[in-house]
């Protein structure tokens, strides 16, 4: 799963990049961005471990794609380098608020650029339609009904407005799948603060716009992070720092993108797989590998808060809390799964 870090210049994207994966931004890929990995806080798999004691321990990971920083000078060229996100599961859009910056007007303007983009590119398509449909092809009828599903999602962003919470027909979803829409992608908004205090004004006017914010001193925190140990604790102190925020960070980012967490455990291995919520059990055991799910028979099911509560698969089965589910069964946040399979 990858989230795109975007931003305009000089707003700490990097900064962001940094504090999150403990990777230090290579300057040769600001045109071309950077990817890292971080592992998604899980308290559950760190209980799994204590448990189990594995030989390997895997947990969820994400994966950050710091981007191009955007320009405030020359925004018609932003849809070209916004392009690069849009294959990303969602957007965390790092602010600067710093002394004499309009944090709300920035977000606005990001906004705006994201509506352009998806503009650009379902007013191509409509065009090329409009010029097929004139032909005699084959499949006339579906490309007529493509364009009229387009038509209202075009007027939409015409107007200015995103396509977040418009709720797409089927028909849409098909025609925009390859689109990858960014004006449609949930994004957290990190208002990247001078020092401690926060403009409480701010953060709740980013909020009236429908987006999840979090406002914190992130250079700061990197800073805190790089010192030893014996030292971070009183700087953070010094500097009126609260709980890191880091793992709400993370924290933020997963909710957004509405994953679930289901895990595999024994004594070889525990790990943390991340599926998105509502998949069946097929999907499931495919995302461990393509011949489970191929093979599919059926899943052994036991949610992971009886596991740690009882202190043993076998106390769970004799507690009648383990059960076989076939493959129409939708997976549940917190499952462990064995997936028994034939190929």
Not at 247 to 259: G, K, N, P, S, Y
Not at 319 to 327: M, S, Y
Request: hydrophobic share 40%; glycine share 8%.
């Amino acid at each position: 799963m990858r989230i795109g870090i975007v931003g305009y210049q000089g707003t700490g994207k990097s900064t962001v990049f940094e504090l999150l994966t403990g990777v230090r931004p290579d300057v040769s890929k600001s045109h071309t961005g950077q990817v890292g990995m971080t592992i998604v806080p899980d308290e559950r798999f760190d209980q799994l471990v204590e448990l189990y004691h594995p030989k390997k321990e895997t947990p969820a990971r994400i994966e950050l794609f710091d981007t191009p920083g955007l320009s405030r000078d020359e925004q018609g060229s932003n849809a070209q380098r916004l392009g690069v996100i849009r294959e990303s599961a969602a957007l965390v859009h790092v602010v600067g608020a710093f002394a004499g910056g309009d944090p709300v007007a920035e977000v606005d303007a990001f906004v705006t650029d994201l509506v352009l983009a998806d503009l650009q590119v379902v007013s191509n398509r409509i065009e090329r339609l409009k010029k097929d449909i004139t032909k005699p092809l084959p499949n006339r009828d579906e490309l007529k009904a493509e364009l009229e599903s387009l038509e209202p999602i075009e007027a939409r962003l015409s107007e200015g407005e995103t396509l977040r919470d418009l709720e797409f027909s089927e028909i849409q979803d098909k025609a925009t799948r390859s689109f990858s829409l960014l004006s449609r992608k949930q994004h957290l908004v990190l208002l990247n603060t001078a020092d401690a205090n926060v403009d409480a004004d701010i953060v709740t006017k980013v909020k009236e716009r429908g987006l999840l914010v979090i406002a914190a001193p992130l250079g700061l925190e990197l800073e805190v992070a790089q010192l030893a140990d014996d030292e971070r604790e009183m700087f953070a102190e010094e500097m009126g720092l609260g709980e890191p925020s880091r793992e709400r960070v993370l924290r933020a980012i997963f909710e957004l993108t509405d994953m679930i967490t289901f895990y595999t455990c024994d004594e070889k291995e525990v790990h943390a797989w991340l599926l998105k919520r509502g998949s069946d059990a097929v999907e499931a055991a495919g995302s461990i590998h393509s011949d489970l799910a191929r093979g599919f028979i059926r899943a052994e099911v036991m949610q992971v808060a009886d596991l740690l509560r009882l202190g043993s698969e076998r106390e769970v089965k004799a507690a009648g809390l383990h059960r076989t589910e076939g493959k129409d069964y939708i997976v549940q946040d917190g499952d462990e799964i064995v997936v028994r399979f034939n190929v």
